[in-house]
Every structure is written in C-alpha cells, then in structure tokens.
C-alpha cells in the first residue's frame, strides 16, 4: 500500500484548510437567545399568573411578571438594554404572549389530566451562527412535565409526552398558531439576539460571557 506523505503540497493544504475552520469555529461561534414562561390560570390575589426569564448565551439579564406588567433588568447587560428603544418593544411583547400563552392554556385544560391548578411553562429558544439564524424553536411542559417540542426551522412537532399526543394535533392543525410561533422565533427572537449581541460583545470579559 502506497503512503501518503504528510509533507506533501495537497495534504499540507488540507490540513490547513482544516485548521482554518476549525479558527473559523472558535471565532464565529453560537449565540442564543431564550424566554422562559410560566403560566398559571388561578393565581393568588397579588401572585402573578404569568413570569418570564430572558437569557442571552444561558446568562439572565430580564426578569418580568404580570402583576406589575414590567421588566426587570439583571447584571450589567441588563442594565445596558434597559437604556435602549428596545426596552419597551420588550416588554410589550412578554405581555402579549403571555397572554397568547394564557389562552392557549385555557383552551387545552379539558385535556389536562390533574386535580389541581393548571401551568404551562414554554421555552422559546433561537440561535445564531456565522451570522444566520440557525435554529428556532418552542418546547412545552404542561404541569411541570416536559410535552411537546415545535421546531419552527422545519414547522414540525415533537411528542414528548405521549398524554399530550391529542394537545399537539390540536395545535397542528391550527396553521395560524404555527406561524405565529415561528414569526416569534425565528423572526423576533433572531432580531432581539442580533440587537443584544451588539451589548454583549461590548461587556468587559470578566462577566463571564460564553456561547452555547
């Protein structure tokens, strides 16, 4: 069998091809951007039926609630957003899918099998590299047990839970739902991330910033 000699001119050049994506990969990275919802229907007087977390690379920055209809800013990206035109787009949108979300909770509770208070917690997630919007999608836990997972990339839907098999051909079914939830994500969420990179990079190193 014949060697091939790694000091020859087309094994040199595919090595460095190599190398050079690979510094490609560590310089461009990944970004993402995540909203967590937790949605109640009953709620105490005082407690309220729907909160959010925003994460940007798994880091939080916002914290909102439905009592008060407000957000608050966590750590010095927060701080840097708030000071931004951003600010109010952001918060108008958390309260309007919670809302969006509250409904949907409220339509599907004859399928939920519990004796107690229904919750919905929703994770919308999307992600950028190189650039571009690589991956959008919305993951669903009915009471505490993760459901169903809609990937709005390819506008498809995952059982996780087989209890919630009949929820998800509901949700299938309703092509408007389906956009919706791929305009917030691969849409508004991409922009949103694009908006906070511009922050982020421009934070000191010690925050201890990473991508996913």
Not at 10 to 27: F, K, S
Not at 47 to 67: G, M, R, T
Not at 127 to 144: D, K, L, M, V
Request: aromatic letters at 8%; proline letters at 4%; hydrophobic letters at 40%.
């Amino acid at each position: 069998m014949r060697r091939i000699s790694l000091t020859s001119r087309p094994v040199r050049l595919l090595l460095l091809l190599l190398l050079l994506l690979i510094a490609l990969e560590i310089m461009v990275g990944g970004h993402s951007l995540c909203f967590n919802f937790t949605i109640k229907l009953l709620s105490r007087p005082g407690q309220p039926w729907c909160e959010a977390q925003v994460f940007l690379n798994k880091n939080i920055f916002l914290q909102y609630n439905s009592d008060n209809n407000m957000v608050k800013p966590l750590g010095l990206l927060g701080k840097k957003v708030n000071a931004t035109s951003t600010w109010g787009e952001l918060t108008q949108m958390l309260g309007e899918v919670g809302r969006d979300l509250r409904m949907l909770l409220l339509d599907i509770k004859p399928q939920i099998k519990t004796s107690g208070p229904s919750t919905l917690q929703v994770e919308m997630f999307c992600q950028r590299e190189a650039e571009r919007c690589t991956g959008a999608s919305w993951q669903f836990a009915i009471n505490g047990e993760k459901s169903l997972l809609f990937d709005a990339m390819n506008m498809t839907w995952t059982v996780i839970n087989h209890e919630a098999s009949k929820i998800k051909e509901t949700w299938k079914k309703d092509r408007g739902l389906e956009k919706y939830f791929r305009k917030l994500s691969k849409g508004d969420c991409d922009h949103w991330l694009r908006e906070f990179l511009g922050h982020w990079e421009a934070m000191p190193e010690p925050t201890g910033r990473r991508s996913t």
